[in-house]
């Protein structure tokens, strides 16, 4: 067929890019080569809008193995180990199909972790829906839910934590981020190269089918509208049992047992084939040759064009040293897998394949990856709109408090998660000492004292406000879910979705979300070791709140120092550290009692962050806390009660608060979310040790109460009996999901 | 002892049991593959829990007709001693080594989380280290746990003191909200009437360390070792034909 | 007298189908190498009440694309006969 | 030219079957009050090689028999038909 701009429209380019082709090319693309380019152009493979950008963020570090570039970022965590960890996005798939889209999600990102060699230990997800209300909420959560636990449970890696959060502004795109977490030699990190001339470039894994063409320029890169039902690509679907097998054959492949006949190995994510081989070849700057006869197929009447651009699930490329294609052959087959030579190394730096002996593509390596197109799109400040101002005295103080806080603890945002984390197997594995439920998931690390911690945190609507202090913030509160867990902060994976870069005001938004994640992670001195930018989340026109995903992974180097949030024992004295300030700006009280979102973000200090993580450390190294928990969305209030009743088989212990400093309102006291707060329970004799350490780190430190009995009660405000609030806490979800319509 | 361990494909909680036998427990263990077809020298084989063959068409349906099962076949017929857990147990009844089948959960969802499961009977090699009417607090991890067979199977399931485990509340009442996933009769885990072949659902290997998931699973797998694998059970020793 | 409706939800073409691909491959070790592609849907009966076969068709039709089915990656058909 | 035998496993009378339930809830709940009892199972297509129509049919029931459906929970039947 005939080549012009249009054809190039059509997949997704813009004229002059296809002007950059025909340069690149000097001549007229093939419709093969014209495929190529859009998914390896398009905004999800080459990051054309972001990259600029994200060169600003800290990547290193001393015990940073691997930084953003590969699969997936790696941390030496001693003992000769290092954790690979890295979060993708799977949005528009999920909205689209939820149950396949979300598997399919949790399905790419743990063959981004095995494809580096380490086994995976750990997913987490970070969810955002609708408003609750929205006649297709229950529907999307049943479906991502049911595929999130669908793939990992199957494929036997726990699913251990992460967030969910409701709010319309996800109406019509939902958020699915998958994290996972892996284990690896640190000495034993494998990389996706391709080289040595004339080794055999190796398929394996489920055949190729239609799946998903040009999902990644389509799904993934350009905003959603009626048409994209017309659009859309045949849905993938997962086969997480043929994703176990190829996890235990390929971790047996990079075993020392095997691992000399591997040159190079990459999984084949979005943009399949195509973006695996071009990626590969490109780090090792060398060439790939393909015969596109050879690749195992699943339907008749396949084109060059679709095994090239196929999404199809579950296959890795490999490189082989020559000769080694019968010992690779044998262990897939062990497996039941197949594997196929479908090309070879060259040293040209291009990428060629051929189809039943006819030259289909020919084209250079270079323009594909480093040298694809790079914007730096226009930036502007949305107008500031007077709206967003926030006058307290003209907020009305509620009366009955007892209420608010049973309002707040039923509320789609801060009411027990257990509905969803009971649908995944948060055993398998043998070392997930602390499961969801608390301020993060503790893992211990096989075979030594040690354990990682790992949480996602991301408060949209503070990032609405202000993307910058929404971010410091986001990061500043994953560092202490981490603190309170008894871990060190080692390191940070990200998930950036925001609209269309297009966008003025959405290109602010990432902007600032990025300069406040870099000034976070210098701050905590986390490097930034992998993560993914999802832009075009949109709907007729509308862009979703900035949500800035982080993921961070701490450490605690002897596992029984682990904490977690619930009060453990009757006597023990609470303890706030931390200062209690005057700001509801941006809080969950103001969403749901008052129905606003507005107002100034509360005061963020990344240097008392600092010390207040310092000091519950340091206190846990001692083993002074019998719990920890981190004042976050809800407030005071809400983390108190959540002391009280979040332990899985309790004891659900009562607390009596009457040392809190008042001289600000009572719903700022008790509601707000300044920052820079955790509380501790600590046995009565402890008390002054722990003085000592807060005052040497100069954190606030108030003793306002005490684990007593069966009921909360704070101050002379709250009052109620523990088994009334865990009971509305803990059923408020289903109830919610029940009570609207679904699909 | 010397155990064996099997790994179907899809299996996940293989190298879970395995670790506990020997590292926790100071057993010898054999891991096996699916397609190995001798159990030669070994006292106990475990069917692990996971997801063999994708838990696809029906759990349990194709692993049973792995190599292997042939010859767990002929041992549980030697009155040697074999252990489902979860999907193993699935695998037992699909293979007709325990009667009745497991379906769908009552609320078809799957279930992630701790249950109390009541000791029916602790003459058996697998609870002899328990008390009757012990309330143990043991991980469960499914979605196709709800166990159900005809009357007549349950009547003599019943009779014949094959019912080992029923789920029940911590304070060791068998009621429906204690039941987490619509068994018939609460059943947690039965063995065959030769009291050789043991199924359960809820995971004893990921309850033997108090770091995680605590410890009350122990009292399975040194009940075993205790009998030394050898059928120890007085009534069910005069009963002759298998399930 | 009503109906009975039998629906039969199939996977789309082209839409991959783990379970028959994994169904196929042990039918073919269990030695029926006969065995040729293996689609796995669902077969569903429904009563339904007395009502015209005119609207029942409608229904059931309607039924089929809101909850039954998953119009994104499967296909249905039906029948209605008198319900005996 | 080959055979295609279309199997339909379905939940034995007497075994209770959850999906049926939930679904003929939501269908009610979606309004449509007239669904009466809903019942849920597979529906299998298998392609077969030329083999003869006898063949065909013993060995099919012995897939059923030995795999595709379990008796203790489960009937099935099936059909059939020359490949088209
Ligand atoms: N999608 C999810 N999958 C698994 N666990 C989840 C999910 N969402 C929330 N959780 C768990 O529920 C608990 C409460 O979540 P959240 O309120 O976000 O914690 P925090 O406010 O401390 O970050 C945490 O342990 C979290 O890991
Ligand atoms: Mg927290």
Known sequence: MRITVETALQHGLTADEYARIEAALQRTPTIEELGVFSVMWSEHCSYKSSRAYLRGLPTSGPRVLQGPGENAGALDVGDGLAVVFKIESHNHPSFVEPFQGAATGVGGILRDIFTMGARPIANLNSLRFGGIAHPRTAYLVGGVVGGIGHYGNCIGVATVGGEVAFDPGYDHNILVNAFTLGVVGSDRIFRARAEGVGNPVMYVGSKTGKDGIHGASLLASAEFDADSESKRPTVQVGDPFTEKLLLEACLALMSPAYSDHLVGIQDMGAAGLTSSSVEMAGRGGSGIDLDLSRVPLREQGMTPYDILLSESQERMLLVVHKGSEDVVRELFAKWDLDAAVIGHVTDTGRLRATWEGRQVVDMPIAPLTDGAPVYHRPAVEPSADDGAKLVLRELAEPRDYNQILLQLLESPNLCSREWVYRQYDTYVGGNTVVRPGSDAAVVRLDGTQKAVAMTLDCNSRLCLLDPYVGTVSAVAEAARNLAASGAEPIGVTNCLNFGSPEKPEVMWQFQQAIAGLRDACVAFGTPVVSGNVSFYNETEGRSIPPTPVIGMVGLLEDVGQHVTQWFKGEGDAIVLLGRNREELGGSEYLAVVHHQVRGTLPWIDLDIERRLIRSVLHATREGLLRSAHDVSEGGLAVALAECCITSESGPHLGAHIDELEGGIRADALLFGESHGRIIVSVRRRNLTRLREIARREDVVMTTIGEVRGHRLEINDLVDLPVTTIRERWRGALQRALAGSPGE | MRWGVITFPGSNDDVQAAYVLEHLLGESVVRLWHKDTALDGLDCVVLPGGFSYGDYLRCGAMARFSPIMRAVSEFAAAGRVVIGICNGFQILCEAGLLPGALVRNRDLAFICGRAHVRVEDAETMFTNRCRRGDVLDIPIKHGEGCYVADDATIRSLEAQRQIVLRYADAEGRVTQEANPNGSCSGIAGIRNARGNVFGMMPHPEHACERLVGGEDGRKFFLSVIAAGGMVSDPIASKVVSGP | ?84
């Open chain 3, 1 to 84: 007298m009503g109906w009975l409706a039998r629906v039969y939800v199939t996977p789309k073409q082209g839409v991959l189908d783990p379970q028959g691909k994994a169904v196929q491959q042990s039918l073919h070790a269990l030695g029926y190498p006969e065995v040729g592609e293996v689609r796995i849907g669902k077969f569903i009966e429904l009563q339904l009440a007395e009502v015209s076969r005119e609207s029942a068709q409608t229904r059931v039709t309607e039924m089929c694309n809101r909850l039954l089915a998953n119009g994104v990656i499967e296909d249905f058909r039906f029948t209605i006969d008198p319900e005996s």
